[in-house]
């Protein structure tokens, strides 16, 4: 039974560029919710998609869009990069009506 | 404002002790709760959920909740190297709504 599945594993870009992450969730599981966590710090919540609606949203700019697939899998965009997005972005994905949730293995994003 | 605190640490505990881990929470209407371990580099790993006062068992992990108090804890018996790791306390409204995390608390395990 596949985990939580996270594409690029690490990744690199310069101040500006654009990027797309790729998430593929645990097989029977709905629901994906996307987090960004610094370093030394708890993970910060996203958005987080369900039905291939963006259905909640934490406290991150524009430049931060998602999309669901009617497979379930999920991307996370992240548009005009700035330094401070170096971090390592988690998804993780859950079942509509249960609790808590399988994370992946994260995609760590250094900003330069 | 955040949402769920806990003391950053690092908590340092012999081998073989019970180690303490403490969260507090400030949205009352919090439903669940989840402690997850991390250890450096990966990703989250959950080991225990409550919803329910009082205490829940599983293996050497024991979770209390006091929802009067705005309090959840972890207990580790006879704490291993192992067990060394940032532990996040996480809390959630409904099963419809995000996992709020705290900061985590880095605990080190001595031989």
């Known amino acids: 039974d596949a985990g939580v599945t996270q594409s690029p594993t690490h990744l690199i870009k310069t101040r500006g560029q654009q990027v797309t992450l790729r998430c593929s969730p645990k097989?029977?599981?709905?629901?994906v919710s996307w987090y960004q966590q610094a370093l030394g710090q708890g993970p910060q919540f996203i958005f987080q998609?369900?039905?291939?609606?963006?259905?909640q949203r934490g406290n991150f700019p524009d430049r931060f869009s998602g999309h669901q697939f009617p497979n379930y899998s999920s991307e996370l965009n992240v548009n005009a990069l700035l330094l401070g997005d170096s971090a390592l972005y988690l998804c993780?994905?859950?079942?509509?009506?249960?609790?808590?949730?399988?994370f992946g293995s994260g995609t760590r994003l250094t900003v330069v | 404002q955040k949402e769920v605190e806990q003391n950053s640490g690092p908590l340092s505990v012999p081998e073989g002790a019970i180690a303490s881990l403490n969260c507090t929470y400030s949205?009352?209407?919090?439903?669940?709760f989840f402690w997850y371990r991390q250890y450096s580099g990966k990703s989250p790993e959950l080991i225990m959920f409550?919803?329910?006062?009082g205490d829940k068992e599983d293996g050497r992990f024991t979770a209390q909740l006091n929802k009067a108090s705005q309090y959840v804890s972890l207990l580790i018996r006879d704490s291993q190297p192992s067990d060394s790791a940032t532990y996040l306390c996480?809390?959630?409204?409904?099963?419809?709504?995000?996992?709020?995390f705290g900061s985590g608390t880095r605990l080190s395990i001595r031989p």
């Open positions: 993780a994905s859950s079942l509509e009506g249960s609790y808590g949730y399988t």
């Open positions: 097989s029977g599981h709905d629901t």
């Open positions: 998609y369900y039905e291939e609606e963006e259905r």
């Open positions: 949205d009352r209407g919090s439903q669940s």
């Open positions: 409550i919803y329910s006062n």
């Open positions: 996480a809390a959630m409204y409904s099963s419809a709504s995000k996992i709020i």
